[in-house]
């Protein structure tokens, strides 16, 4: 088994983040995105019996604060800190083989402090409430962003799904599988054989997009992958 190392981001990019608080010099770009939440629940806690298993911890946690407004500003920050910092990520693919179930783990590379946001607006459409943030970028988070935009990185997208008798929080679920789809799909085009471990970041662009049919979430998400680490089996 041989490790192979993909060349990564630089360390002194990832360090620009521990300049952040000068957030209000230097303006130069600006990122919008925007959360939901359903001013009243559609379906029952026990409206169906057959739901699909919860995926693991939420990668959404749609029960901070108390109110609809809270919950869906928690989903838009959430989004923001994906478009600014990026994901961490861990993949191991599962074998029947081996009996081992795949691995997927995420985590966000930092949070912005909420007053560094700006509301651009908010309303209710189809019993769906929806606030628009934007957050103006420093030099420093751009030139961050710009090393996934590079031409060494290929602009990727990528769909996931869940079940939506799972209540609104399945959203989570089929934006976590798009992220996964995202890694390999990006792991295809750069890869030549199947790895038993994959580590790397995500860089979200814009915002996820979601619909519902067949009784699914649909969520389709664009974005950067950066492969650092790849163990294969050669």
Request: hydrophobic content about 40%.
């Amino acid at each position: 088994m041989k490790r192979c190392m993909k060349s990564c981001l630089a360390i002194a990019a990832f360090l620009i983040f521990t300049g952040i608080s000068g957030i209000a010099q230097d303006m130069v770009e600006k990122i919008v995105v925007y959360g939901e939440y359903p001013v009243a629940e559609e379906l029952g806690k026990d409206a169906f019996f057959n739901r699909e298993p919860q995926r693991g911890e939420p990668l959404i946690d749609y029960t901070s604060g108390s109110t609809i407004q809270d919950h869906a500003l928690a989903e838009a920050l959430h989004f923001l800190n994906a478009n600014v910092y990026g994901y961490t990520f861990e993949y191991k693919p599962g074998s029947k083989l081996l009996e081992t179930d795949e691995v997927f783990n995420l985590a966000l590379r930092g949070e912005l402090e909420p007053q560094w946001v700006h509301p651009v607006g908010e309303g209710v459409r189809e019993t769906v409430y929806r606030v628009k943030i934007e957050l103006l970028l420093t030099p420093s988070m751009k030139r961050w962003t710009a090393a996934f935009t590079s031409n060494r990185l290929r602009f990727e997208d990528a769909e996931g799904t869940s079940d939506f008798y799972a209540g609104w929080g399945g959203r989570s679920d089929a934006y976590r599988e798009a992220l996964r789809n995202l890694v390999l799909v990006s792991a295809r085009k750069q890869l030549s054989s199947k790895p038993l471990v994959m580590k790397g970041d995500i860089l979200l662009k814009g915002n996820p997009t979601f619909s519902v049919g067949a009784g699914r979430y649909y969520c389709r998400v664009e974005g950067y992958v950066n492969i650092v680490e790849v163990v294969t089996y050669d």
